[in-house]
């Protein structure tokens, strides 16, 4: 089953072969995007390899019934995509996620339309109580974006070393208990 998703100024849609190359040009080392999306995780050749190859054997299997990617789209462009993982593999907690690598569509409501939707496709489509986020304390953009979506924090106490500096992991829940 083939989903797209319209909003006033997103598209969310399933990822499709011709996204791979849009994928080969992000995952590059040195893109601004990686130094906010866990950039305590090294962006290696390998790992890009390795994340595109897995995306290309997805897409191949066709169609999945329960998402866990949608690919945005705005102004006729791919620029990034939303996701939802569980947390430590524990089935109670999915959480979710959004990269926009492509910087010229950064500040424009763009991501919160684009998180607001998946948000909303996950409980229309999954018996789900809540859902979580993850970042850490330097990525202000996108504690923003959790706080103002109506996100809680819950927890701020492991500390992550980004760039040479400490700053706190948080999780926040939506909606709040």
């Known amino acids: 089953m083939i989903t797209e998703i319209t909003g006033k100024i997103v598209t969310l849609r399933d990822t499709t072969a011709d996204d791979l190359n849009d994928y080969r040009n992000w995952f590059k080392a040195g893109m ?35 998402k866990t990617r949608l690919e945005i789209w705005a102004d006729d462009t791919h620029i990034g995509w939303v996701s939802c993982y569980y947390i430590e593999i524990n089935p ?35 018996p789900l109580e809540q859902v979580y986020c993850q970042t850490w304390s330097g990525n202000e953009r996108m504690v923003r974006l959790a706080l103002g979506l109506g996100f809680e924090l ?7 070393q980004v760039r040479g500096k400490p700053y706190k992991k948080l999780k926040f829940e939506f909606p709040p208990a």
């Not at 601004?32 to 995306?55: C, G, R």
């Not at 990269?99 to 999954?126: D, H, K, N, T, V």
Request: hydrophobic residues 40%; without cysteine; glycine residues 6%.
């Open 92 to 126: 109670e907690s999915l959480a979710v996620g959004i990269s926009i690598p492509e910087m010229s569509y950064w500040g424009r409501g763009i991501g919160r339309e684009a998180l607001e939707m998946w948000i909303q496709y996950l409980f229309q489509s999954r």
């Open 154 to 160: 819950i927890e701020s106490d492991r500390i992550v």
């Open 32 to 66: 601004e995007w990686t130094k906010w999306d866990a950039p305590w995780e090294e962006m290696s050749e390998d790992y890009a390899k390795s994340f595109i190859d897995n995306l290309s054997k997805r897409i191949q299997m066709g169609a999945q019934k329960l």
